[in-house]
Nanobody, 123 residues
Framework: ELQLVESGGDLVQPGGSLRLSCAAS????????MYWVRQAPGKELEWVST????????IYTNSVRGRFTISRDNAKNMLYLQLNSLKPEDTAMYYC????????????????RGRGTQVTVSS
């Protein structure tokens, strides 16, 4: 059974940093592109970042490029998102996700997600 378990969310002040982690099981992790998506209260699911199966090709939505870094450790079946220079508008539930293929996209359609980890940016 495919499982994605996120962790690392917290309450942080503007300008602060967090590192989100996602533990994956029940899939051949190194074969699939992996995603981070987020959802703020009352808003639609938003794509944040995607990384290719090898970990060499990351892509980001414009609002986080230069502040967030996606990475993966295929030996440990782990996905990460480093969040720096956090802003109040980054407040959301963050989800690790996969579509079960190798294609790198910015779409949130047909993604399998974990339960999420809450990031709150507030002073």
């Amino acid at each position: 059974e495919l499982q994605l378990v996120e962790s690392g969310g917290d309450l942080v002040q503007p300008g602060g940093s967090l590192r989100l982690s996602c533990a994956a099981s029940g899939l051949t992790f190194s074969s699939f592109a992996m995603y981070w998506v987020r959802q703020a209260p009352g808003k639609e699911l938003e794509w944040v970042s995607t990384i290719d199966p090898s970990g060499s090709i990351p892509i980001y939505t414009n609002s986080v490029r230069g502040r967030f870094t996606i990475s993966r450790d295929n030996a440990k079946n782990m996905l990460y998102l480093q969040l720096n220079s956090l802003k109040p508008e980054d407040t959301a539930m963050y989800y690790c996700a996969t579509r079960g293929d190798r294609v790198i996209t910015s779409s949130t359609s047909y993604l399998y997600r974990g339960r999420g980890t809450q990031v709150t940016v507030s002073s």
